[in-house]
């Protein structure tokens, strides 16, 4: 064990009641992330302290707010944030960690055959990237990696249509939805609301940024765009 795996924490007891008969997964997953998530630079040294209140339950209470048995894309993974943790306390959805970095995507592969997570599967590539190539899902999700506006370009187009991006946001939370507002139209939004999930759990509770969308994800610009990949698909499909 390495000098910064020795600084995770016992898990705390809301852990055991969070994550249930994945409560010992979990604490696997937060020993890799302790130990080689640190020295493959998947995350800093100083998040280990506070890797189960932080990470690990805050982005596990997500689940309250996902709706069940749908596909869920989380875009933007990284070390498997929010979507290993969601993926732990919801055997009922159907998720896809999208990762553009081979290190992380790495890292992401090895997680979920270690933990067995058979409805977990990792394809690396940027949002924009696989616009058309993935199917459509019901639900992206995505942490605080980038604006509200800017995270919405990149989630809200591999949406089906009337789904939902689920964002774990922080303080500014309020603040970026009336900034982002006019983006977020364009880009076929019809609702947006600011959650806070994980009462009893975490200390402050999570924030989370929903945007529900019509029946054009992405608005029509991304409509053709999505079409287009679409029959670019099915022609090299067709040729092989």
């Known amino acids: 064990m390495t000098e910064d795996a020795e600084q995770l924490p016992p898990a ?14 979990a604490v696997r997953y937060a020993e890799l992330l302790a130990d080689a998530g ?9 998040e280990v302290p506070r890797l189960w209140e932080r990470h690990l339950l805050n982005c596990a ?12 894309c989380d875009v933007g993974s990284g070390a498997g944030l929010p979507g290993i943790p969601l993926a ?4 009922d959805l159907k998720i896809t960690l999208l990762e553009p970095l081979l290190r992380r995507t790495n890292f992401l592969t090895e997680v979920v055959e270690l933990l067995g997570l058979d409805h977990v599967t990792v394809v690396r590539g940027r949002a924009e990237e696989v616009l058309g190539k993935l199917p459509p899902v019901h639900v992206v999700t995505a942490r605080a990696v980038a604006p509200l506006d800017r995270l919405a370009a990149w989630g809200v187009p591999l949406l089906r249509p009337y789904g939902e991006m689920l964002l774990l946001k922080g303080d500014t939370a309020e603040e ?3 900034a982002a507002g006019s ?14 999930v994980g009462e009893g759990v975490v200390d402050p ?5 929903r945007v529900e969308v019509g029946e054009s994800p992405g608005g029509v610009r991304f409509a053709a ?3 287009k990949a679409a029959r670019t698909g099915r022609t090299r499909r067709r040729r092989g």
């Open 61 to 72: 209470v997500l689940s309250e707010v996902v709706p069940e048995g749908v596909t869920v």
């Open 38 to 46: 640190v020295r493959r630079g998947l995350i800093g040294p100083r």
């Open 225 to 227: 765009k999505r079409a």
């Open 183 to 196: 983006a977020l139209s364009k880009l076929g939004a019809v609702g947006t609301s600011v959650l806070h």
């Open 205 to 209: 509770l999570s924030t989370v940024v």
């Open 88 to 91: 732990l306390v919801r055997p």
């Open 12 to 25: 705390p007891e809301e852990a055991r009641a969070v994550f249930g008969d994945r409560f010992t997964d």
């Open 176 to 178: 970026e939805v009336k």
